[in-house]
């Protein structure tokens, strides 16, 4: 994708055509032999103009990979509560895919704690409201009690999603949404919003 001669992209044009770039020159030669110059030839645009938006190609990576992965939710959510949580994991275990554990790997050597801290912030969050949607839905149809869901229980799903991910679909091995939602995640949020019992 390139600029049309004289015309000056707005700055959303121009972060588009950069996240596009950088998603395309990963797919073509991974992580490894992304760089700030094939970003640019790619984008039509030029290696200043990322080195001011972007401190490293760790971060132009999350900036792209981030939105494209985490930017809608990986499945629809119609019920029951099951169903959806299955289709939620195994969504998004589809949308990273082998190659997203392999850029997330990459990544994530060549960051500071505080980006650690700030993605990890961006994905709970984000996870945390596609969850919600699905248990608010399963709570009006009676399938969860009305108890509201911590913050700490929210965590642990991600946490079981991001060991899912790296370690089991990252290793080669078949996922188990199914198994997870069974034995974990289902019981985890029929006991935490269990109306508390009158003595």
Same mark, same amino acid.
């Given at each position: 994708?390139? @600029?049309?001669?004289? %015309?000056?992209? %707005?700055?959303?044009?121009?972060?588009?055509?950069?996240?596009?770039?950088?998603?395309?020159?990963? =797919?073509? $030669?991974?992580?490894?032999?992304?760089?700030?110059?094939?970003?640019?030839? $790619?984008?039509?645009?030029?290696?200043?103009?990322?080195? %001011?938006?972007?401190?490293?190609? @760790?971060?132009?990576?999350?900036? #792209?990979?981030?939105?494209?992965?985490?930017?809608?939710?990986?499945?629809?959510?119609?019920?029951?509560? %099951?169903?959806?949580?299955?289709?939620?994991?195994?969504?998004?275990? #589809? $949308?990273?895919?082998?190659?997203?554990? +392999?850029?997330?790997?990459?990544?994530?050597?060549?960051?500071? =704690?505080?980006?650690? @801290?700030?993605?990890?912030?961006?994905?709970?969050?984000?996870?945390?409201?596609?969850?919600?949607?699905?248990?608010?839905? #399963?709570?009006?149809?009676?399938?969860?009690?009305?108890?509201?869901?911590?913050? +700490?229980?929210?965590? @642990?799903?991600?946490?079981?999603?991001?060991?899912?991910?790296?370690?089991?679909?990252? #290793?080669? +091995?078949?996922? =188990?949404?199914?198994?997870?939602?069974?034995?974990?995640?289902?019981?985890?949020?029929?006991?935490?919003?269990?109306?508390?019992?009158?003595?």
């Amino acid at each position: 994708m390139t @600029a049309q001669p004289g %015309r000056r992209r %707005r700055a959303d044009e121009l972060r588009d055509a950069i996240r596009g770039a950088v998603l395309a020159e990963l =797919d073509e $030669r991974g992580y490894q032999g992304l760089t700030f110059e094939g970003v640019a030839r $790619r984008a039509g645009t030029s290696k200043p103009v990322l080195y %001011r938006r972007y401190s490293s190609r @760790a971060e132009m990576t999350i900036d #792209a990979f981030l939105p494209s992965r985490m930017g809608r939710p990986p499945a629809t959510s119609n019920g029951p509560l %099951r169903s959806d949580l299955i289709a939620l994991l195994d969504g998004l275990l #589809a $949308r990273v895919g082998p190659d997203g554990v +392999r850029i997330f790997r990459g990544v994530i050597g060549e960051v500071e =704690d505080a980006t650690v @801290a700030r993605v990890a912030a961006q994905v709970l969050a984000q996870f945390a409201e596609w969850l919600t949607d699905i248990t608010d839905r #399963a709570r009006a149809a009676g399938e969860l009690g009305p108890g509201t869901i911590p913050p +700490r229980v929210n965590e @642990a799903i991600v946490a079981l999603a991001r060991n899912e991910i790296l370690f089991v679909l990252g #290793a080669g +091995r078949p996922h =188990d949404s199914e198994g997870l939602v069974d034995d974990v995640i289902l019981p985890l949020l029929r006991t935490t919003t269990r109306a508390p019992e009158i003595s």
